[in-house]
């Protein structure tokens, strides 16, 4: 499932952070790549320290506090996020997320790209998802983001002009298998849509205990 979220930042955190972002002091993005993604990454990152250790905390309390990524990603662990940024003729070919990161290691259940400039302010630089029906290019506006399977072979096109700006992280969810996250989170929002229509019901409590069931049989925490 690919999910995207119009509004992972308020506005006012979106603004402040794109501003924040350009005042980093960037390095080679390969420094952080995997042996075999090491050959098709071509970007900037941000340098560790108190700059963007602050930009990082608001992006992961975002992703705390949003309703979607906990219906949809039910997050056990959220990693800090890398800071990229991408000028003319930087791109990251096709590749897998490593499975493991950290230590001790975090399983990469989720990928999580936040965007943190506008797409008319740059050309290119889509996000490109190889899916079982094609791939899907996404482009999203400053303060958007999408959540989409680890497992998933996906690249960020060369940007042709200006500078395409993201904070990238991984989650790790106490549900491991994709399917049944997929089937919670369908589950969830049709018992809120049908409680929303009719109040309390017969088949509601059906719904609900259907969910609580598949959590408590899937959950790993």
Not at 22 to 33: F, I, N, R, S, Y
Not at 103 to 113: A, K, W
Not at 172 to 188: T, V
Request: include cysteine; hydrophobic fraction near 45%.
């Amino acid at each position: 499932m690919i999910l995207c979220i119009a509004d992972m930042l308020t506005p006012a955190e979106a603004a402040d952070l794109s501003r924040k972002f350009d005042g980093l002091e960037m390095g080679d993005g390969k420094l952080t790549a995997g042996w075999l993604a090491r050959d098709v990454k071509k970007n900037r990152q941000a340098f560790s320290g108190p700059a963007a250790e602050a930009v990082q905390q608001v992006i992961m309390a975002a992703l705390r506090r949003h309703p979607l990524v906990q219906l949809a990603a039910r997050p056990k662990v959220i990693r800090a996020p890398l800071l990229s940024a991408y000028g003319i003729s930087e791109e990251y070919g096709a590749h897998v997320d490593d499975a493991l990161m950290g230590s001790p290691p975090t399983r990469s259940d989720l990928s999580c790209t936040v965007f943190l400039s506008a797409p008319e302010d740059y050309d290119g630089g889509e996000l490109v998802i190889e899916t079982a029906g094609g791939e899907q290019a996404i482009k999203l506006p400053l303060g958007a983001a999408v959540v989409y399977p680890s497992t998933t072979l996906h690249r960020v096109n060369a940007v042709t002009r200006g500078t395409r700006k993201v904070a990238v992280t991984w989650m790790q969810s106490i549900i491991r298998d994709g399917e049944i996250r997929e089937m919670l989170f369908d589950l969830d929002r049709a018992r809120r849509s049908l409680h929303e229509r009719i109040g309390r019901s017969p088949e509601g409590d059906l719904l609900a205990k259907v969910s609580a069931n598949l959590l408590r049989r899937h959950a790993e925490v």
